[in-house]
Antibody, heavy 128, light 113 residues
Framework: EVQLVESGGGLVQPGGSLRLSCAVS????????MDWVRQAHGKGLEWVGR??????????AYAASVEGRFTISRDESKTSLFLQMNSLKTEDTAVYYC???????????????????WGQGTTVTVSS | DIVMTQSPDSLAVSLGERATIKCKSS????????????LAWYQQKPGQPPKLLIY???TRESGVPDRFSGSGSGTDFTLTISSLQAEDVAVYYC?????????FGQGTKVEIK
C-alpha cells in the first residue's frame, strides 16, 4: 500500500526551527518527485516546495514565501522526505502535507506531474 | 506566478442536480509539445487531506466516480459533478502544474441545498 506519514510538527516560537519528516512506503521513493504543501486553518492550499527524483539529482524548488528559510532533503536509506524550517514566522502556522507527484510523464524535458498521493498532515504552530 | 481563480466561492446544489465549478488561470497551462493542459482538480473533505480527482484537465483518476468530469483548455476550465451525492460535500481546488511554482485556486465549497 502506498503511504506517506508525516511527523515532527509542534509548537515553536517565532524565529525558531523545526524539522518535519515524511516516511514513505509502497513505491520506489527515488523514482518520484515529492512536494510539501501547507494549509493554514480554514484557508486554501499553498505549495511550499519540491524535490525532484534521483535521476534529477533530487534538486529542489521553493515558493517565494519560504525560499532561503526552508530546505527539502531526502534520506534514501530511510525512504524519508524532510522539511527543515528555519526562521519561522507566525504566518508559517499550518498543516503541512507530504505529497507525491505521480500522474503524468516527461515531455521534452518538462517533468511536471499531478499530486496523486497525500499524507494526513502534521500541524505546525508558530507562536510566542 | 500563475494565478488561479475559481468561481463561485461556494455553491449549494440539490441532491441529484448538476454542480459546476469554474477555474481560470492567468496564463495558458497548455503545453504545446504534447497538447496537454497541466491542470488538476482536488477534493477535500473536512478533516481530510486533498484527494486527486482529475489531471490533464480531463483525465479522471482511478477510482473516481464518473459523475465527476473535467473540461477546458488553455486558461478556462470546468469541473462538473453531474448528479450531486451527499458524499460530494467538500471543498474543490484547481491547481496548475505547468510551471514550478505550483499554484492552487482559492477553493469552492460545495454544499447540499
Amino acid at each position: 500500500e502506498v503511504q506517506l506519514v508525516e511527523s515532527g510538527g509542534g509548537l515553536v516560537q517565532p524565529g525558531g526551527s523545526l524539522r518535519l519528516s515524511c516516511a514513505v512506503s509502497g513505491f520506489i521513493f527515488s523514482d518520484y518527485y515529492m512536494d510539501w504543501v501547507r494549509q493554514a486553518h480554514g484557508k486554501g492550499l499553498e505549495w511550499v516546495g519540491r524535490s525532484r527524483n534521483k535521476a534529477n539529482s533530487y534538486s529542489t524548488a521553493y515558493a517565494a514565501s519560504v525560499e532561503g528559510r526552508f530546505t527539502i532533503s531526502r534520506d534514501e536509506s530511510k525512504t524519508s522526505l524532510f522539511l527543515q524550517m528555519n526562521s519561522l514566522k507566525t504566518e508559517d502556522t499550518a498543516v503541512y502535507y507530504c505529497v507525491r507527484e505521480g500522474k503524468g510523464y516527461c515531455s521534452n524535458g518538462v517533468c511536471n506531474y499531478a499530486m496523486d498521493v497525500w499524507g494526513q498532515g502534521t500541524t505546525v504552530t508558530v507562536s510566542s | 506566478d500563475i494565478v488561479m481563480t475559481q468561481s463561485p466561492d461556494s455553491l449549494a446544489v440539490s441532491l441529484g442536480e448538476r454542480a459546476t465549478i469554474k477555474c481560470k488561470s492567468s496564463q495558458s497551462v497548455l503545453y504545446s509539445s504534447n497538447s496537454k493542459n497541466y491542470l488538476a482538480w482536488y477534493q477535500q473533505k473536512p478533516g481530510q487531506p486533498p484527494k486527486l480527482l482529475i489531471y490533464w484537465a480531463s483525465t479522471r483518476e482511478s477510482g473516481v466516480p464518473d459523475r465527476f468530469s473535467g473540461s477546458g483548455s488553455g486558461t478556462d476550465f470546468t469541473l462538473t459533478i453531474s448528479s450531486l451525492q451527499a458524499e460530494d460535500v467538500a471543498v474543490y481546488y484547481c491547481q496548475q502544474y505547468y510551471t514550478t511554482l505550483w499554484t492552487f485556486g482559492q477553493g469552492t465549497k460545495v454544499e447540499i441545498k
